[in-house]
Nanobody, 125 residues
């Protein structure tokens, strides 16, 4: 299994980005796919997930408002749309996967078996 994250970059506050996670070696429709981020000097935190059932997982209202996860099963790719970026969103964003057909809360890093290398997002004010 390989997960390749892309789409990061240096942007201005208020901009939007769409991050992509291309998966190989698994079928995204049978796995739960998640996005995490690690801000400078912070622990890795959950951002959003998409269960194999199609149901989305968000950690709190703040994430649900600006972060949107989606999945293209034909391309075996999961996306994270981030709108109205803030400097506090500066982080390395990681995608993760677990499955197939498993049911866990999927809001903690330890619940995912596979990880991508991360893509850096830098937001300046």
């Amino acid at each position: 299994v390989q997960l390749q994250a892309s789409g990061g970059g240096s942007v201005q506050a208020g901009d939007s980005l769409r991050l992509a996670c291309a998966a190989s070696g698994l079928t995204t429709s049978t796995y739960t796919m998640g996005w995490f981020r690690q801000r400078p000097e912070k622990e890795r935190e959950f951002v959003a997930g998409r269960r194999w059932t199609g149901r989305d997982i968000y950690d709190g209202d703040s994430m649900k408002g600006r972060f949107t996860i989606s999945r293209d099963n034909l391309k075996e790719t999961v996306y994270l749309q981030v709108n109205n970026l803030e400097p506090e969103d500066t982080a390395i964003y990681y995608c993760a996967a677990d499955g197939p057909y498993t049911m866990k809360p999927y809001t903690e890093a330890g619940q995912y078996a596979y990880w991508g290398q991360g893509t850096l997002v830098t937001v300046s004010s």
